[in-house]
């Protein structure tokens, strides 16, 4: 008789996430969180959204083509970016984010940010979610915020500041996962002493994020590891410098522009897909939702019912 078939991908843990006010089903397909960067200065699309109404525009075209969400940021967090105050912030993103709930009451709207005073005012207008890139390090307050406001919580792991990422020693293959771990822990730790229960949250390693080169495909390697904290994970690789690093020998020696970083951008949607990542943070969603699709049938056909 023939042997049974030997799966190589794990079925994805299905979770329910408690949001402000609704619950959102992850693990049956894969959840599109599509960006939309209300900034003059992001690395990928920075001025091109800074206007109230390009931004509502992008907004409706990101949900038209299957965003499950959109992630409003209104600070830059790439290299040497230039600091705001969290009222410079909220000027740029509150107008936007009452505009798309106006629009589409239904959206899921999150925050990108790691002001808590930011938080607050955008969980107030009607947002559910608040996206802090630092894991809880960088604002003492937001983690009791987050914990009033009852919404849902992204902890992302960040290496250092962006003004310290392009000086950091590199690290070794051993110590990546190590080290992210480590930090999650410690922000899951700061969440659950504020009150912030297990189901409102979830994880994000932080692609780039003080991750340089390389680092970031032995994260992406080694990604399974975070199922171990039994939480929901989110991945955010799309258009970053190490895929277009890796493809400079197919541009004559220089690193991918970033109009040419989308099917880099699918192949490493598709791996997170397949090591269990729940959320993908992505600025092409129609490509990406294509691609989800078929991550989500292999994985289905790995383990029939």
Request: proline share 8%; aromatic share 4%.
């Amino acid at each position: 008789m023939p042997s049974a078939p030997c799966t190589v991908f794990a079925p994805r843990t299905p979770f329910d996430w408690r949001l402000r006010t609704r619950t959102l089903a992850l693990g049956p397909r894969t959840r599109l969180m599509g960006i939309l960067n209300i900034t003059p200065d992001s690395f990928s699309d920075g001025g091109q959204h800074l206007s109230p109404k390009a931004a509502l525009t992008q907004a409706l075209t990101l949900l038209d083509q299957g965003a499950d969400l959109l992630d409003l940021g209104g600070e830059s967090t790439r290299p040497n970016a230039t600091p705001l105050t969290s009222k410079e912030e909220q000027q740029r993103i509150l107008p936007v984010l009452k505009a798309i709930l106006k629009a589409r009451p239904e959206a899921i709207l999150s925050i990108d940010t790691f002001h808590a005073g930011t938080a607050k005012l955008a969980i107030e207008a009607g947002a559910e979610i608040v996206n802090d890139i630092s894991g809880f390090t960088w604002d003492a307050d937001m983690p009791s915020v987050c914990a009033a406001l009852n919404c849902g919580v992204v902890l992302m792991h960040t290496r250092g500041r962006p003004h310290a990422w392009a000086t950091q020693p590199p690290l070794t293959p051993t110590e990546v996962m190590p080290l992210i771990l480590d930090g999650l822990r410690d922000s899951l730790l700061t969440a659950y002493a504020a009150g912030i229960p297990s189901d409102r949250i979830v994880l994000d390693p932080g692609f780039g994020f003080g991750k340089r080169g390389n680092e970031n495909y032995t994260l992406h390697a080694l990604l399974p590891q975070l199922h171990q904290f039994g939480l929901p994970i989110l991945t955010g690789t799309s258009r970053k410098s190490f895929l277009a690093q890796t493809l400079a020998p197919l541009h004559n020696g220089n690193p991918a522009s970033m109009d040419a970083r989308l099917h880099a951008t699918t192949a490493s949607n598709v791996a997170a897909i397949l090591a269990g990542a729940h959320i993908l943070r992505i600025h092409d969603v129609r490509p990406a939702a294509e691609a989800a699709a078929i991550a989500d049938a292999i994985l289905t056909a790995s383990h029939p019912q």
